[in-house]
């Protein structure tokens, strides 16, 4: 059985920087993709950034490009999510997932299997 527990969420100020974690059990990195996506009320679930097995390429939106940092540690069997200059409007719970989506569909998340419990974050001066 897949699980994964995302932590490291908080409140931090416009310019600060804050790490999530996801630790993983039941999966491995050389079984597949692990993302990260966030959801406010108001949107649907968008996609952060993701690991992929096949390389180990990393992806990002365009909207966190240059201020994220997907990292992996095979060791601890964790991801982890490095967000500086953090915005307001990355306010948001961040979800951890898992998944085998071809390289086409990588920002879908319909097409992870596993999903962790989600972790908030808020930017607010």
């Known amino acids: 059985q897949v699980r994964l527990v995302e932590s490291g969420g908080g409140l931090v100020q416009p310019g600060g920087s804050l790490r999530l974690s996801c630790a993983a059990s039941?999966?491995?990195?050389?079984?597949?993709?692990m993302a990260w996506f966030r959801q406010t009320p108001e949107k649907e679930r968008d996609f952060v950034a993701a690991?992929?097995?096949?390389?180990?390429?990393?992806y990002y939106a365009d909207s966190v490009k240059g201020r994220f940092t997907i990292v992996r540690d095979s060791a601890k069997n964790t991801l982890y999510l490095e967000m500086n200059n953090l915005k307001p409007e990355d306010t948001a719970i961040y979800y951890c997932?898992?998944?085998?989506?071809?390289?086409?569909?990588?920002?879908?998340?319909?097409?992870?299997?596993?999903w962790g419990q989600g972790t908030p974050v808020t930017v607010s001066s």
């Open positions: 690991f992929r097995r096949n390389g180990g390429n990393t």
């Open positions: 997932a898992a998944g085998r989506p071809i390289l086409s569909a990588l920002r879908s998340p319909s097409i992870y299997n596993h």
């Open positions: 039941g999966w491995s990195f050389s079984d597949g993709t």
